[in-house]
Nanobody, 125 residues
Framework: QVQFVESGGGLVQPGGSLRLSCAAS???????????MGWYRQAPGKQRELVAT???????NYADSVKGRFIISRDNAKNTVYLQMNSRKPEDTAVYYC????????????????WGQGTQVTVSS
């Protein structure tokens, strides 16, 4: 069974920084074999939105609202993806989720569309 577990959420003041982690466990070959790893967020009363993605080759993509402030990265040895969030704004307040779209589980075996349980991030003074 494959699981993705987020951590690192909490309360941060505007302008502050926070780093979220998404750790993969279970029968996963390697986190760098995942086609796309992504971070999403959902604020109260709003739809879930894409924040950042990283392709297996390392190419990253960001929502315009976080470009220049957030950085997605990964540590293959730890099977963990990170989201470094800088210059936080109150509108960044949301539950943050990590997602893996296609996961290599073994030779010729794939699992699809895994989500973590989410971690709450609140930006407030």
């Amino acid at each position: 069974q494959v699981q993705f577990v987020e951590s690192g959420g909490g309360l941060v003041q505007p302008g502050g920084s926070l780093r979220l982690s998404c750790a993969a466990s279970g029968s996963i070959v390697s986190i760098n074999s995942i086609t796309f790893m992504g971070w999403y967020r959902q604020a109260p009363g709003k739809q879930r939105e894409l924040v950042a993605t990283m392709a297996s080759g390392g190419i990253t993509n960001y929502a315009d609202s976080v470009k220049g402030r957030f950085i997605i990265s990964r540590d293959n040895a730890k099977n963990t993806v990170y989201l470094q969030m800088n210059s936080r704004k109150p509108e960044d307040t949301a539950v943050y989720y990590c997602n893996a779209d296609r996961v290599l589980l073994g030779p010729g075996r794939f699992g699809y569309n895994y989500w973590g349980q989410g971690t709450q991030v609140t930006v407030s003074s």
